[in-house]
């Protein structure tokens, strides 16, 4: 693919001019402070923020946050990303109140060369996720008269036909920033001939979320580690009594035709721990994972598995794990993510952390973000592009 980075649109100048750059800051709020419990995304951004306000661009940030529906929605807002981000670049960050509106103009207007302005929440207007093309191209107008380039830095919503993603390129000069240029070469190195043996390690809750990326790996790895609540369903494939662990029934066949033709690639849990409730105090303990007692249900991965799991990926040459072995938000199941990930890190391998669930792991976990060769911001981006999917955003920077 042919792509125009951010060294592009600097070498052409940018001082005065007005850029947009699509962020992906969807960070994590707590649900009664409203504070931000964990800014990587917004850190993620930096230095292709830093690179346009040091040549003297005028930056205009866009972003979403969460689900609203099409309207404004103060537990959505990006009032308080903006305060952050003003705090890691040191610097004054505009607020708009709005996306496209007075106040979003007031804010543009004002910036001075080296400024940065963040809009409001984008899905505050039901045009950013219309699947009609003309409600999402009159919000692209508007969103693209309030600049004169744009810079796509969102990886985690490339995979999204939204009008800030896919449209707003189409109406004005477009480069990838230097975040979605790292995502699209790191993915791209998995996708074509990776460094083998090649390993890959999914966790998470639904199978199904997860289908179609197995099945675009299994011809291409050597080994599928798979734990996370999804590894119940394959134990059921099995046999085995899983109690009352997370499972989807209507999976169960389909895991059995995976791991039948999987010749040998699949590895599952030999033990997992169990517990009497889904609650960080509960009663828990560990056992085989053919003897799960039918009233408790599975929270992690045991300690032979990952001592198993470890072991296949001290091997590895190339690693990509996406998903979480257990609950990792509860100290008591958060050891086999815990295991995993430092099994990873001792690989002498070049690994990727797909996002999401993984990457937040990571850093709740305290664990040293510099020992992966790569964490992605975009948990379904990064799947869907193993996938093989064209990713909407990635397809409208293209030349």
């Excluded at 675009?216 to 609540?229: M, Q, S």
């Excluded at 100290?331 to 099994?343: K, L, W, Y």
Aim: hydrophobic letters at 45%; glycine letters at 10%.
């Amino acid at each position: 693919m042919s792509i125009r980075n951010l060294d592009d649109l600097l070498a052409e100048g940018v001082s005065g001019r007005r850029v947009l750059v699509r962020a992906d800051l969807n960070v994590p709020l707590d649900k009664q402070t409203g504070a931000i419990t964990d800014d990587g995304r917004i850190r993620a951004v930096l230095p292709t923020l830093t690179a346009l306000t040091g040549a003297g661009a005028r930056v205009v940030v866009l972003s979403h946050l969460g689900r609203p529906k099409g309207s404004p929605d103060p537990q959505f807002s990006l009032r308080p990303v903006a305060a952050r981000l003003g705090e890691l670049l040191d610097a004054q960050v505009r607020f708009a109140e709005d996306t496209v509106g007075d106040s979003a103009r007031s804010a543009v207007d004002a910036l001075a060369d080296g400024e940065v302005a963040l809009l409001e929440n984008l899905r505050f207007n039901k045009g950013e996720t219309s699947k009609d093309d003309a409600e999402r191209g009159a919000f692209a107008d508007q969103l693209a008269a309030l600049g004169e380039a744009y810079v796509d830095d969102a990886f985690g919503a490339v995979h999204r036909k939204h009008a800030s993603v896919f449209d707003v390129p189409a109406r004005l000069p477009h480069v990838a920033g230097r975040l979605v240029l790292r995502e699209v070469e790191v993915l791209a190195k998995l996708a074509g001939e990776p460094a083998r043996p090649y390993v890959v390690v999914l966790g998470g809750s639904k199978v199904s979320d997860k289908l179609a990326v197995i099945e675009a790996l299994l011809p291409k790895v050597d080994r599928l580690l798979i734990g996370g609540g999804m590894c119940f369903t394959f134990l059921k494939a099995q046999g085995h009594e899983v109690g009352t662990s997370l499972l989807e029934k209507e999976m169960v066949e389909t895991c059995r035709n995976l791991l039948e033709r999987s010749e040998g690639k699949i590895m599952l849990p030999v033990d997992v721990v169990v517990a009497d409730a889904f609650a960080p105090d509960a009663a828990h303990d560990t056992v085989r994972a053919d003897a799960i007692p039918s009233h408790r249900l599975g929270l992690d991965i045991g300690p032979e598995t990952v001592a198993g799991f470890a072991a296949a990926l001290s091997q590895a040459k190339t690693i990509f794990w996406n998903g979480p072995m257990g609950v990792f938000e509860m100290p008591a199941f958060a050891n086999g993510t815990r295991g995993v990930a430092e099994a990873i890190t001792s690989a002498d391998a070049f690994s990727v952390v797909g996002g999401g669930d993984s990457a937040a792991a990571v850093r709740a976990l305290g664990l040293d973000e510099t020992s992966f060769g790569h964490i992605s911001t975009g948990g379904g981006a990064s799947l869907e592009y193993l996938e093989g999917k064209t990713l909407p955003g990635i397809a409208a920077l293209e030349d």
